[in-house]
């Protein structure tokens, strides 16, 4: 039988010979060809040399198959090498390569003498990379179901070379086995600080018989806060970075055990103290010893801090407050000393301080338990964080406000007989009978509550500013928001209105609460340094400042009050010291002006006291603002301030 088809890959396969148009199969070797025509019927024949059927179908599956099994392989393979290239490659560095972290320098800080307030202390402290322990125990892991069979796997593994390392380095076996029973194998982990010098150096000479194990050069912060406890509010102080911070700091360079700025000056200016850590990148071999350093990066040291501050005006304000409080049922007040023409700061005390070195290694849970649980609440920053009732100090503020919306005049007086009468309830003036015929003037220099009252709240004869004139103004001068300084956790006092008693209390607001608030009492609250700053408008001629801490940073500066309305405050503020409410004051070297108050908060404990003002008169050089809580009268605060003020004038450059 002849075969009639040109199909090429049949007479290959099959073994046909060309004869002519028709296709032959060889001799079966008996002597007969079987034959068969190759057409659309697919008749079935035999190949002599295989002994068996054979489909033309199936092969023709056969070959397609291989085709596209190829072609998946291929596929698959400029999958895997071009889209999943890099994420297989960081695979392939990461067993190769070791990042290691050069730490950077914390920046100094140091008061406007140049002494160090915040400085370094070099530490040395044992890393390690668990995967690169000759005995991790990668694969017992892996069976493990629950994190305390994962324990109890790596510390039995890791104990023989950890024991070694322990001795070595003097620390406890017991510290390093329980961190690493806990350890992920790709993450770089923290064993133990506090090395010696002597044990580092030892170490670092055989680190090679260690692989995985790293003794890194770090520094623990020292405070100048065992001297001045107070400085504790301003410095803060770091610490290792927790979880929560952890999740932003990841992706800054930190690690988790790293130190980062927890409070104070620390946290604020975190990102210009800690500088840039470097790398270097290590070449390890299958044993994780290092074999070539492949890159290095150097770190870039964090920038010093030169501050405002005087120490020395700060130790002495403590030593102030220490003396003149032994005599009364409190210990806690704050001072603040400001530069009223840019906003520095140069003290700021809130009493009773800490010692930030407590925090630095750690503090024990004795020493927190006993800082937390002390009824002076010492790790409260009073001065920039404590919400209290201004008291008559807010008295300038509002007397502006009325000259500058010209509900008074230097020309308005009112006659103060003891206090006001409104329906059943009788607002008192702090003089029984009363203060006579009162000015601006006198008001302001004699804490006249009546004259207040009035532009404050008003009567049938006379529309005072109400209660949304009073909060404007207030606004104006600061209160209700933060001051801007350059400490976290500042407080932004609060300002009552109408809406907000209704909502709160439910009740409507009353005449008696704008009285209230004309003379600092009631809902509206304040802090410290707020009223430092309000203080300092009209010593600088009716600017607000910002205040900092940073020696020579420029900060916001805006005009508010017209230089009419300043002098008209200051002459009535200068008169509260030459024959007002803080006469204790004129014997101080240069002449002062100010505003005493005092605040109700409760009744049945004491009010607190206040002093605020600003020396010299003519050309002032700082702003003093003191608050002794539940100090009683303002007799409280005046001796304090009229220590410091005497001591400032004979001692400063």
Do not use: C
């Not at 390569?97 to 070099?122: M, Q």
């Not at 409104?422 to 000015?439: A, K």
């Amino acid at each position: 039988m002849i075969f009639r088809s040109r199909n090429k890959v049949a007479r290959n396969v099959f073994g046909l010979t060309d004869k002519g148009s028709d296709w032959h199969l060889p001799d079966n070797g008996d002597g007969r060809v079987e034959t068969m025509a190759l057409g659309p019927e697919r008749q079935r024949t035999k190949w002599a040399s295989m002994g068996a059927p054979v489909l033309l179908a199936r092969w023709r599956f056969g070959f397609f198959s291989v085709l596209v099994l190829v072609g998946l392989l291929a596929s698959r393979s400029a999958y895997l090498q071009v889209a999943q290239g890099g994420y297989y490659r960081d695979i392939a560095d990461a067993n190769r390569t070791r990042v290691n972290v050069i730490p950077s320098h914390r920046g100094i800080i140091k008061d406007r003498s140049g002494l160090e307030l915040a400085e370094n202390s070099p530490d040395f402290r044992l890393l390690v990379w668990p995967k690169d322990l000759p005995t991790w125990p990668n694969a017992l892991l892996k069976e493990a179901k629950t994190d305390e069979a994962r324990e109890q796997i790596i510390r039995e593994a890791v104990a023989l070379p950890v024991a070694s390392i322990a001795a070595e380095l003097e620390v406890s076996i017991n510290e390093l086995t329980d961190k690493l029973a806990t350890a992920e194998p790709d993450e770089q982990l923290l064993l133990a600080e506090g090395i010696s010098y002597e044990n580092a150096l030892a170490f670092y000479s055989r680190s090679s018989d260690y692989p995985g194990f790293i003794v890194e050069f770090s520094e623990k912060r020292q405070y100048y806060t065992g001297a001045i406890p107070t400085l504790s509010h301003i410095l803060g102080y770091t610490g290792p970075v927790n979880n929560e911070e952890y999740e932003t700091l990841e992706g800054k360079g930190y690690r988790r055990f790293d130190d980062v700025g927890k409070q104070g000056l620390e946290l604020w200016h975190e990102d210009i103290l800690r500088g840039q850590f470097g790398e270097e990148v290590v070449e390890v071999n299958a044993q994780g010893k290092s074999l070539r350093i492949v890159s290095r990066r150097e770190a870039v040291d964090g920038q010093d801090l030169r501050l405002a501050l005087d120490a020395r005006l700060q130790a002495y304000i403590e030593i102030v407050l220490e003396d003149r409080l032994k005599a009364t049922p409190t210990e806690r007040a704050a001072v603040i000393v400001m530069n009223p023409h840019n906003g520095e700061i140069l003290a700021l005390v809130s009493a009773p301080g800490f010692d930030a070195n407590l925090f630095t290694n750690g503090i024990s849970s004795e020493d927190y338990a006993a800082l937390l649980n002390d009824e002076n609440a010492p790790l409260f920053p009073r001065a920039y964080a404590g919400e209290y009732p201004a008291g008559s100090t807010i008295k300038p503020v509002f007397a502006a406000a009325g000259l500058a919306n010209g509900t008074i005049t230097t020309q308005t007086t009112f006659m103060s007989t003891g206090g006001v009468m409104l329906g059943n309830r009788f607002f008192p003036d702090w003089r029984p009978g009363g203060h006579g015929l009162t000015n601006v003037y006198h008001a302001i220099a004699d804490s006249v509550n009546t004259f207040f009252y009035m532009i404050g709240g008003g009567n049938e004869s006379f529309p005072g500013m109400g209660l949304e004139k009073l909060m404007t103004a207030a606004l104006t001068f600061g209160y209700g928001q933060k001051t801007g300084v350059d400490l976290p956790g500042e407080a932004d006092g609060f300002l009552p209105s109408k809406k907000w008693k209704e909502e709160a209390k439910g009740e409507p607001w009353y005449i008696g609460d704008t009285y209230n608030v004309s003379i600092g009492q009631g809902d509206f609250l304040v802090t410290p340094l707020q009223v430092a700053r309000d203080t300092a408008v009209f010593a600088n001629g009716g600017n607000l400042v910002t205040p900092h801490f940073v020696l020579g940073d420029d900060q916001p500066v805006q005009n508010i009050l017209e230089d009419d309305i300043v002098d008209i405050v200051r002459d009535g503020m200068r008169q509260t010291v030459t024959a007002g409410s803080a006469r204790m004051l004129q014997t101080i070297p240069v002449p002062v002006a100010g505003k005493t108050g005092t605040a109700q908060w409760s009744s049945t404990k004491d009010p607190h006291s206040w002093f605020t003002g600003f020396a010299p008169f003519e050309d002032p050089e700082i702003v003093i603002t003191v608050l002794v809580e539940q100090g009683g009268e303002e007799t409280s605060a005046l001796p304090i301030t009229q220590d410091i003020l005497r001591w400032y004038f004979a001692n400063h450059e």
